[in-house]
């Protein structure tokens, strides 16, 4: 029987990979304008997934002020370019600040103002490698059926937060962000061409490789 670890080594855990004085200043900035990023361990667990994919193309939902894109793009490979939307081009401003001082080049990071919805169907169909989404809790599903179409065979989509505070594993929690989040849990675990593993890192990170399956 595998028994929870404990506070003390959850804590080691999430700090193993060190963050340093560029994701420091980012998440400042996030703390400023009231965005919360993904933790370090989450965002370690991006970059680990960016480059055993040696991805090339990858997309993000939700900006923020750049924590998470930072960290995928040192796992990508060096002329991997980082697709992100968000609808707060204030957030992305502040990206790309995160972006310059951690020596990222320019055309490295293609920032889309907008809603993900409305900007994610003019992206190409299976030209991804990750899609990281981390935007309206609500929208995760949609995000899903989006993120099958993005996908390469062999991709990988990501959702942070698929723990929600601890209230997905609790029935008695039924707000509206909450139901979302335990919809998309079924779904990715009953779904037929994806391979899915649920990370308790950070607030609950949702992987899940899209598989090959030949039409029927």
């Known amino acids: 029987m595998v028994t929870a670890p404990k506070p003390a080594s959850w804590t080691y855990s999430e700090a193993y990979v060190a ?58 490979r060096p002329d991997g370019v980082l697709t992100s939307v968000d609808t707060e081009a204030e957030h992305q401003r502040l ?9 990222i080049p320019a055309q490295r990071s293609r920032l889309i103002p907008g809603a993900a919805l409305e900007v994610l169907p003019r992206l190409t169909d299976g030209h991804y490698d990750i899609v990281f989404c981390d935007g309206d809790k609500q929208e995760y599903p949609e995000y899903l059926a989006e993120a099958l179409r993005l996908l390469r065979p062999g991709g990988v989509v990501v959702f942070d937060n698929a723990l929600w505070h601890d209230r997905v594993a609790d029935p008695a929690q039924r707000d509206p962000d909450t139901i979302a989040i335990r919809e998309l849990c079924r779904v990715v675990g009953e779904h037929e061409s994806l391979v ?10 949702l992987a899940a490789k899209k598989v090959w399956l030949p039409e029927g």
């Open 95 to 103: 990206a790309r600040e995160t972006f310059t001082e951690g020596g």
């Open 19 to 76: 963050e340093d004085t560029v994701l420091a200043n980012a998440r400042a900035r996030a703390e400023e304008v009231g965005v919360a990023p993904i933790g370090s361990g989450g965002g370690a667990a991006l970059r680990f997934l960016a480059s055993v994919l040696d991805a090339r193309a990858v997309v993000e939902i939700g900006t923020g002020t750049g924590v998470s894109g930072l960290w995928l793009l040192r796992g990508m």
């Open 196 to 205: 899915p593993v649920l990370l308790p890192v950070g607030d609950g990170l």
